[in-house]
């Protein structure tokens, strides 16, 4: 089976304790594994609201396809990978083993962050166009701003 990729954008929302980063991590692993893209994690964009949680989220989804790769029978995502990609065990461990090859060398193209991380990026990215300084920050302080707003 070629196994197909899944496309457009996917909202997960759930209390502390329900296995969000579970189902997560599964959904990234997910769109990894059915892209025939060498690079797939460079297509994939993951935001979260905590450093912690995308810290957790990074670690995890490098743990599971270190396990993936070393014998998919292991994995608590396996069942979940193979109806959501239409994959053998096989093809998903094969498949494992060249997305960690490829996320060793390629680890800083793994976008797993915070909003507030990606709209800060996207704003520098946009400066100029936007026309800020170039050395401009965020400011969070809702009395200043009122302040400043005021005056």
Same mark, same amino acid.
């Given at each position: ?36 893209d ?16 995308a ?14 790769? @070393?014998?998919?029978?292991?994995? *608590?995502?396996?069942?979940? =990978?193979?109806?959501?990609?239409? $994959?053998? #065990? ?26 507030d ?11 100029? @166009?936007?026309?800020?300084?170039? *050395?401009?920050?965020?400011? =969070?302080?809702?009395?200043?701003? $009122?302040? #400043?707003?005021?005056?």
């Amino acid at each position: 089976m070629v196994g197909r990729m899944p496309t457009g954008f996917r909202v997960m929302g759930a209390s502390a304790g329900s296995g969000k980063t579970f189902r997560l991590v599964e959904a990234y692993l997910s769109c990894c594994l059915a892209s025939q893209d060498p690079f797939p994690f460079r297509r994939i964009l993951a935001l979260t609201f905590t450093n912690k949680a995308a810290q957790e989220m990074k670690n995890r989804v490098v743990q599971e396809i270190e396990v993936l790769a @070393d014998g998919p029978s292991d994995s *608590d995502h396996l069942a979940g =990978l193979m109806a959501e990609t239409e $994959l053998d #065990a096989d093809e998903i461990g094969r498949r494992a083993r060249n997305l960690r090859r490829d996320l060793n060398r390629h680890y800083g193209e793994l976008s797993i962050m915070t909003l507030d991380k990606f709209v800060g990026g996207l704003v520098r990215g946009f400066a100029n @166009d936007l026309q800020l300084e170039h *050395d401009f920050s965020v400011e =969070l302080d809702t009395h200043r701003l $009122l302040e #400043a707003a005021v005056d």
